[in-house]
């Protein structure tokens, strides 16, 4: 058993630890619900597919939607992104996204620009802030733009974006805004109402504390269902005289049988999330970030990327050491010292070119709910004894 002798600050890629309710419920549906859900089955299938509206009545009110029936079920924010993307843009449709995009974002976008189904703009930030100016987006906004994508925090410098007043601008020009809450959800305030969102694709696996193999994607009342085509057509649980995908939400959207077990753990963890209120976890990681900035500044080898204080941001920060490379650095710091950080791109290539840190990116630390003081001064010593 590795984990119990690292110290974890990896959190951006996934959470962990994930509180022991998570697994409990898992086990628990297991073992007595678990067969596959179905509006019209028996008593189990109809138990399982309550689970499933229950967990999705939660979130839906946790994100400020008004419609559990719009949140749709996906693998990973990956997933929920694919599903936004592929079943929204129409051929000439011109989309504005960020430098700041992860692969997921960035990447389906791209194969769509490239076979001339869209056309394509990325916004830059600023290094220094970490910040995209949503006038910026404004000016880019033309006759066919029909989309813009962003992402609500850097997945590698942790900087929180103004998602609400680049929501605005996309609501007065009648462009459909998508955010990328992967980093915010369960740590930082989304609302899809107040910050005019059309469609919110999420992770249940990072700050929401939940298992892997969950993920959501939330498509408001501002997007119709006729706007929409299937990604992912198949068995619904009901409706099965039609020979076309029901038009219906949630299964509209969904095919095939639901990770029930994961979702179920995903209940448990958003109910976790919720009592222990996400702006006390916020504050919490930013004070561990600002700690460690204070610290790392005092250290001559150390370059620090993005600001160099911890408001406005989640618990991410990305920095290189003079003499090694963020692969070097990375396995010195998980094998000599059981220090789990992540070297490399963070599949966020264009973020790190507008950094200055493209091609072999920075050594990323992200400290989660359950990390301490503790964690971030054992990290500092490594850092200490390595450029001595
Ligand atoms: C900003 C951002 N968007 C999307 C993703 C993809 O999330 P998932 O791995 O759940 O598909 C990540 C994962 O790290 C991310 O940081």
């Known amino acids: 058993m590795v984990a119990q002798e690292v110290t974890y600050l990896d959190n951006a890629a996934t959470s962990w630890p994930k509180p022991p309710v998570v697994a409990e419920a898992m086990s628990r549906f297991l073992a007595q619900d678990a067969a596959n859900p179905g509006r019209a089955g028996h008593r189990m299938a109809v138990a399982a597919e309550r689970m499933l509206d229950t967990v999705r009545k939660e979130l ?8 559990l029936h719009r949140m749709i079920w996906t693998m990973n924010c990956t997933d929920a992104l694919n599903i936004a993307f592929k079943g929204l843009l129409r051929p000439g449709d011109h989309v504005i996204t960020t430098t700041l995009e992860h692969n997921s974002v960035s990447r389906p976008l791209q194969a769509m620009s490239d076979s ?14 970490g910040l995209i100016n949503p006038d910026d987006i404004r000016q880019a906004i033309g006759p066919k733009t029909r989309l813009i994508a962003i992402t609500h925090a850097s997945n590698v410098v942790g900087t929180i974006q103004p998602a609400r007043d680049v929501g605005k601008i996309a609501r007065e020009h009648g462009v459909k805004f998508l955010l990328d809450g992967a980093q915010t959800i369960g740590v ?16 249940g696996h990072k700050s929401l504390l939940g298992p892997t193999g969950t993920g959501g994607l939330y498509v408001n009342a501002t997007v119709k269902i006729d706007e929409l085509t299937a990604f ?15 038009r219906l939400f949630p299964y509209f959207l969904e095919g095939g049988t639901p990770n029930t077990v994961g979702i179920a753990g995903l209940g448990a963890a958003g109910e976790y999330v919720r009592q222990h209120v996400p702006a006390k976890t916020l504050a919490h990681e ?33 920095f290189n050491v003079d003499g090694y490379s963020p692969q070097e650095l990375g396995g010195i710091l998980d094998e000599a010292f059981s220090i789990a ?16 840190s493209f091609p072999d990116g920075t050594v990323r630390v992200s400290p989660g709910a359950f990390n301490t003081e503790a964690d971030i001064d054992k990290l500092l010593e490594a850092l200490r004894e390595v450029t001595a």
């Open 232 to 246: 992912r057509e198949g068995g619904t649980g009901g409706d099965s005289a039609s020979p076309q995908q029901p």
């Open 341 to 356: 950080v992540r070297p490399g791109l963070h599949c966020s290539p264009y973020a790190h070119k507008s950094l200055g």
């Open 60 to 67: 839906t009110e946790f994100i400020g939607g008004n419609d």
């Open 188 to 203: 930082a305030p989304i609302n899809v109402q107040h910050d005019y969102i059309d469609l919110l694709a999420f992770p």
């Open 116 to 129: 001339g189904f869209i056309t394509l703009t990325r916004v830059d930030f600023s290094p220094s802030t």
């Open 286 to 318: 930013q004070a561990l970030v600002q700690r460690l900035l204070d610290a790392l500044a005092e250290i001559e080898a150390v370059e620090v990327y993005g600001p160099s204080t911890a408001a406005n941001r989640v618990g991410t920060i990305s």
